[in-house]
C-alpha cells in the first residue's frame, strides 16, 4: 500500500499557536494598556520587538533547523510559547511585555521555518503547494481568533485569561506535534550537504528576494492594519468595515488554498505568479485611494485576494530553488518578511509614530504608497529569480532560464522605480 504524506494539520496548529502572542497584544491592547498604564508609543514598540527580533534570529536559526528537524523545531518554539503567553498573563510592567514579545518572535520565528522544513522535506513534492497554503493561511486564521478574544474572553474575564488560554492552545499544539510530527533519521536530515557542498548552498538571489518580500509585505500590512479604520474615514460604518474585514481575511484563505491546489500542478518557476499577484494588490492599493464607501467595499476582494495571498507561492518558490537547504533558504527570506512589518505599520500611518491616526493627506496618502513599494517588489520578485538547476521531480529553478527574465510590463516598473528610489 502507498503510504499516505503527514498531515500538515498538526503544522499549522503550530503555526498558529505561535503567531497569537503577538496578534493578542495587538488585538487587546487598549484594555492593556488601561491596565498597566502605558501609551500607544510603547504599544507600538512591544509589537515591533516581536518582530524585529523574530527578523534578527530567522537566518541563524534556519541553519539550526535544517540540521535538528522540523519535528524538534516546532516542540522547541511550541515550549517556549507556552512560557511567554504565561508570562505576558502574569506581567504588571511594559518592559516585561516587550521583552516576552522579543522571546515569542523568536519562537515564532522558530515554528515557521520548522513548517517550512516539514514541507521540505516530509511532504512529496506534489503537495507542498498546498501545505504552504495551508501553512500561510493559518495566520489570518490566527488573527480571527485573536479578533474573536476580545468579545468573547478579554471584556467578560479581562485580558489575562486570554494569555492564559493562549498557553493552553499552545500546549495543546505541542502534544499533537509531539505525537503526529515524525522524526527524519539524521541521515535523512543530513542530506542537504555540508558548507560549501554545492548540492547544499543557498542561492545568492535570496537577497534581493527577500527584499523584495519585505517590500510586498510592508505594502499589504497597510491593508491588514488599517483596513477598517481607512474604510471608516471614508464614510463606511464600523460595524460594516469589522464584518468586511472579516470576509477579507476569509478570501485570502481560500485564494492562498486555491493557488497552493494549482501550484501542485505547475513544476518550476512561479515567481512570476508572484509578481502578478503583488501587482494586482499595487492598483488596488491605488484604488482604495477614491474615497467613497463603494470604492471601499469594492476592493477588498481583490486586495485580499490576490495582494496579500501570495506569501505560500513565494515560500514554494524558494524551497523548490533551495529544496536540500530549506530552513537556511527560508530563513534568509523570512528576514525581509520580518522586518517588513514594523515600517509597514509607521508608513501606513505615515508617521514614525504607532497607531492608526493618519497625517494631513491622511489615507488617500498612505493607500498611494503602498503600491509603489509593491511595484517595485514586484520587479525584485523576477529579477531575484535563483538559478538553480531543475530535478526530475520538478523541483529547482527550470533548467536553461536565465538568472533575468522578467515580463516586459514588470521590468518597466522595476526599471522606472529603481531610477526614483
Known amino acids: 500500500m502507498r503510504p499516505q504524506p503527514p498531515a500538515i494539520a498538526p503544522v499549522a ?144 474575564l479581562g485580558w489575562r485569561w486570554a494569555f492564559v488560554l493562549g498557553a493552553g492552545a499552545a500546549l495543546a499544539a505541542l502534544a499533537v506535534t509531539w505525537r503526529r510530527v515524525p522524526e527524519l533519521p539524521r541521515d535523512d536530515r543530513a542530506a542537504g550537504g555540508a558548507e560549501g557542498d554545492d548540492e547544499g548552498r543557498v542561492p545568492a538571489g535570496l537577497v534581493p528576494m527577500a527584499v523584495a518580500a519585505a517590500l510586498a509585505t510592508a505594502a499589504a500590512i497597510t491593508l491588514g492594519g488599517f483596513f477598517v479604520e481607512s474604510a471608516i474615514d471614508a464614510g463606511v460604518s464600523a460595524g460594516t468595515a469589522g464584518v468586511v474585514f472579516s470576509v477579507g481575511s476569509i478570501i485570502s484563505i481560500v485564494v492562498r488554498l486555491g493557488v497552493g491546489a494549482i501550484a501542485d500542478r505547475r513544476r518550476g518557476d512561479l515567481l512570476e505568479v ?37 506569501p505560500g507561492l513565494f515560500n514554494l518558490s524558494v524551497v523548490r530553488a533551495a529544496p536540500e537547504v530549506p530552513g537556511r533558504a527560508t530563513g534568509v527570506t523570512q528576514t525581509g518578511n520580518s522586518s517588513a512589518v514594523r515600517p509597514g505599520r509607521c508608513c501606513s500611518a505615515g508617521s514614525p509614530r504607532p497607531g492608526p491616526t493618519p497625517p494631513p493627506g491622511g489615507w488617500p496618502r498612505c493607500s498611494a504608497r503602498s503600491p509603489a513599494a509593491r511595484c517595485w517588489s514586484d520587479g525584485r520578485c523576477c529579477a531575484a529569480r535563483p538559478r538553480h538547476p531543475r530535478r526530475a521531480d520538478g523541483t529547482g529553478g527550470a533548467a536553461g532560464q536565465p538568472w533575468y527574465q522578467p515580463s516586459l510590463a514588470t521590468l518597466a516598473a522595476y526599471s522606472s522605480l529603481s531610477r526614483r528610489l
Open 13 to 156: 496548529a503550530a503555526i498558529v499557536a505561535s503567531i497569537l502572542p503577538v496578534l493578542l497584544l495587538g488585538s487587546l491592547s487598549f484594555r492593556i494598556r488601561g491596565d498597566l498604564g502605558y501609551g500607544e508609543a510603547e504599544a507600538g514598540l512591544v509589537l515591533a520587538a516581536f518582530f524585529a527580533v523574530s527578523a534578527a534570529v530567522s537566518a541563524g536559526l534556519g541553519r539550526w533547523v535544517d540540521s535538528v528537524g522540523s519535528r524538534r523545531a516546532l516542540v522547541a518554539a511550541l515550549s517556549g510559547t507556552v512560557v511567554v503567553q504565561l508570562a505576558i498573563a502574569t506581567a504588571q510592567h511594559v518592559v516585561a511585555l516587550a521583552v516576552m514579545a522579543a522571546a515569542g518572535g523568536v519562537f515564532n520565528a522558530t515554528a515557521q521555518l520548522g513548517a517550512n522544513v516539514f514541507i521540505a522535506r516530509q511532504m512529496p513534492p506534489h503537495r507542498q503547494g498546498i501545505g504552504f497554503a495551508v501553512k500561510q493561511s493559518a495566520m489570518p486564521g490566527a488573527s480571527l481568533l485573536a479578533g474573536v478574544a476580545l468579545p468573547a474572553v478579554a471584556l467578560p
Open 274 to 310: 508572484v509578481a502578478v499577484m503583488v501587482g494586482l494588490g499595487a492598483l488596488t492599493s491605488l484604488w482604495f485611494t477614491w474615497r467613497t464607501p463603494a470604492a471601499q467595499l469594492i476592493g477588498v476582494p481583490l486586495a485580499f485576494g490576490a495582494g496579500w495571498a501570495w
